[in-house]
């Protein structure tokens, strides 16, 4: 397996408040991965995302057993999602500029065939297989919310003034709910990780077409965030690509 990822703080935004980490594991038979989209005053988001982040592979990479154990993997990604809430809830309630901050956090741990992935917020996961794109996780989002009920369709969602305002976050609150997937793998396919930087410009039929083109995964996170830059990149933008 391989990964690679990338990150651009676009073009309007004066500060980059997304994170991502990957680490390999196992001579790359093993793959952990997290992006994360911070939110919050002055640098607040960019603390509350790093911050997250580091907190979530370290807590995986320190249960080694959990991860070599398929029936573990599931328990291991929330322990370390719990604990990268816990920190940032406990650092946000330190300092008034740290008040009220929090991040969105979609991560996984990957190994051949299978890949666990978690999210809290609207960052996503999406699963490429041939032809076929599959976003893996549902976004936390009221516009989202919205579509399940019937009160708008997709593509009017793409445009509502709501968009952008999501339901769930890590670090706001003592405890948060997230969602865990199970996705099978075959050789070959590939699995996105971004924020909505990414989402909220680049359709998905242009994500699968820039992933047909280039087989390298660094051209294509570059080309993904060029091509979200070109439709004026109001956000930060993250992409992570693994491989299997």
């Known amino acids: 397996?391989?990964?690679?990822?990338?990150?651009?703080?676009?073009?309007?935004?004066?500060?980059?408040?997304?994170h991502f980490l990957i680490e390999e594991l196992s001579d790359g038979k093993l793959i952990l991965c997290v992006v994360c989209d911070g939110m919050g005053g002055?640098?607040?988001?960019?603390?509350?995302?790093?911050?997250?982040?580091?907190?979530f592979i370290q807590t995986l990479v320190g249960q080694p057993m959990s991860l070599l154990d398929e029936g573990l993997v599931g328990e291991a990604l929330q322990d370390a999602i719990m604990a990268a809430n816990r920190v940032v809830h406990e650092m946000a309630k330190e300092s008034e500029n740290h008040k009220g901050m929090g991040t969105t956090l979609v991560g996984a741990v990957i190994r051949e065939g299978l890949a666990h992935i978690i999210n809290v917020g609207d960052s996503r996961a999406y699963h490429i297989s041939g032809d076929e794109l599959k976003q893996v996780t549902r976004d936390h989002s009221l516009v989202e919310d919205m579509i399940a009920r019937g009160d708008i369709t997709r593509d009017e969602s793409l445009s509502h003034p709501s968009r952008h305002l999501i339901t769930r976050v890590v670090g706001?609150?003592?405890?948060?709910a997230k969602d865990l997937?199970?996705?099978?793998?075959?050789?070959g396919d590939r699995l996105l990780f971004c924020s909505d930087g990414l989402t909220n410009l680049v359709t998905e039929a242009d994500i699968l077409q820039e992933t047909e083109s280039y087989e390298d995964l660094d051209k294509c996170c570059e080309m993904l965030i060029t091509l979200a830059l070109a439709k004026g990149g109001p956000d930060n933008v993250t992409t992570v690509m693994v491989q299997v």
Request: hydrophobic share 35%; net charge positive.
């Open 42 to 55: 002055a640098k607040a988001g960019n603390i509350a995302s790093s911050l997250a982040a580091e907190t």
């Open 1 to 18: 397996m391989k990964a690679y990822g990338q990150t651009d703080k676009g073009i309007v935004r004066r500060d980059n408040q997304d």
């Open 181 to 187: 997937f199970i996705t099978k793998l075959k050789p």
């Open 172 to 176: 706001t609150e003592p405890r948060i």
